[in-house]
């Protein structure tokens, strides 16, 4: 089955620590990959994506991401955090050439970062 | 900036009642989606439509329909709303690109409805 899998439900760090949030996928064939960011109260909002070239992706508010084809993985990651950071953040997968534009989601991580 | 909007942020309905979910685009987008945001489940997606008129079922259609009669418009139907609807509903957009490489969607704020 297609699948967006985002290995930590939630995650609490404190200010200053790195951050990495897992994220794989299981389609074949060539993909475009993304993060979305919930921060609380807020609509869901693009934080970064991959359509192609450089595997090393930079977002917004200093997150990075890297797709690793071999390992059908796009971990997010971001060196040091704030209290400002703490949201749910979703990985998603859109399949290349799809014309319906359909976008498949993981089930999320609740960063919650403390002062 | 894209702006989506959806008509309520707050909903209150009676089980078995007819309910009307809203939303509208200004970005000339073709495709268009309805998702529910559940704790621990993420987003699921309902309906979606590449065009006016057209419609596609997402992952979990049961109890709902969708309309589309104008582009920037989409609308999402309970037909007899359950509490097990009770959720975070989502809308959003997107560009059509044959090449895939303009998928980003952008959401609106989203209907929190409670079925009681």
């Known amino acids: 089955a297609q699948s967006v899998s985002q290995h930590n439900h939630h995650v609490i760090l404190s200010e200053a620590a790195s951050l990495e949030l897992g994220c794989n996928y299981s389609y074949g064939g060539t993909v475009n990959l993304f993060w979305y960011v919930q921060y609380p109260g807020q609509h869901l909002q693009l934080l970064l994506k991959?359509?192609?070239?450089?595997?090393l992706v930079k977002g917004i508010k200093g997150f990075e991401a890297e797709f690793i084809k071999s390992k059908f993985s796009f971990n997010l990651r971001k060196p040091s955090v704030q209290w400002s950071d703490t949201a749910e953040y979703f990985c998603?997968?859109?399949?290349?050439?799809?014309?319906?534009?359909?976008?498949?989601f993981g089930r999320g991580t609740q960063l919650t970062v403390w002062p | 900036d894209v702006k989506v909007t959806q008509s309520s942020r707050y909903l209150v309905k009676r089980t078995g009642e007819k309910v009307f979910l809203e939303c509208v685009q200004d970005m000339d987008h073709e495709n268009m989606f309805w998702y529910r945001q559940d704790p621990g489940l993420g987003l699921r997606l309902i309906y979606f439509s590449y065009d006016v008129k057209m419609k596609e079922k997402g992952d979990i259609p049961e109890g709902y329909s969708v309309s589309r009669e104008k582009k920037e418009r989409f609308s999402l139907i309970l037909e007899s709303a359950s509490t097990n609807q009770t959720s975070m509903y989502l809308c959003?957009?997107?560009?059509?690109?044959?090449?895939?490489?303009?998928?980003?969607?952008?959401f609106g704020p989203g209907t929190r409805l409670t079925v009681l």
């Open positions: 998603a997968v859109n399949k290349r050439g799809s014309t319906l534009g359909r976008l498949y």
């Open positions: 959003a957009s997107s560009p059509y690109s044959l090449a895939g490489a303009s998928d980003t969607q952008y």
């Open positions: 991959y359509f192609s070239g450089d595997p």
